[in-house]
């Protein structure tokens, strides 16, 4: 039977790993609710319902071998659970209603940056939601293939072969109409 001291020690470790966790992930977690839902406040509560789901899975005994995609995935579970219990809202009926993600005072010079940020939000957002889920893991999250694929369940051959179909896609939208 281990000692308390050791359950201490164990108690102290499973902590200590979270929080280096919670430390190094939080800020591309809450990037990665926010490019799916674009509500800072559903981000936030997503985010935070990653980590305290994660802390209870950790409570119960399991342990985590890879953080970041085991985060990635529980953020991503939490996505599809608000998605199925609310209707998302497009980045473009948001800013009919008045919202300005740009903010009001950009620096001198951002214009051009701002503006093909926007022009690429707007042609990933016309892409499946397959595609476009995969593409923001890897150019937006920087999550390797492997790690795509341990976060949305398939297979690292499928993950690479959506990653290259957005991208064609995306050729296609940008091509000029002749």
Wanted: include cysteine; charged fraction near 30%; hydrophobic fraction near 35%.
């Amino acid at each position: 039977m281990p000692s308390k001291h050791m359950n201490q020690t164990l108690d102290n470790n499973l902590k200590d790993a979270f929080l280096k966790a919670y430390e190094d992930w939080n800020d591309a977690i809450f990037r990665y609710c926010f490019n799916q839902t674009s509500n800072r406040e559903v981000a936030l509560d997503l985010a935070s319902e990653t980590f305290t789901k994660t802390w209870e899975y950790l409570v119960r005994g399991n342990t985590v071998e890879q953080w970041k995609p085991f985060l990635y995935r529980s953020a991503t579970n939490a996505i599809i659970d608000y998605r199925r219990k609310k209707k998302a809202v497009s980045l473009d009926s948001m800013m009919e209603e008045g919202y300005d993600h740009v903010g009001e005072a950009a620096p001198m010079g951002d214009h051009e940056q701002t503006f093909d940020a926007e022009k690429a939000m707007k042609v990933v957002g016309e892409l499946p939601e397959k595609y476009r889920d995969v593409l923001m893991l890897r150019y937006v999250d920087d999550l390797s293939i492997s790690e795509i694929a341990e976060v949305t369940g398939e297979t690292e051959n499928n993950v690479s072969v959506r990653i290259h179909r957005g991208l064609e896609k995306i050729e296609e939208i940008l091509k000029p109409k002749e």
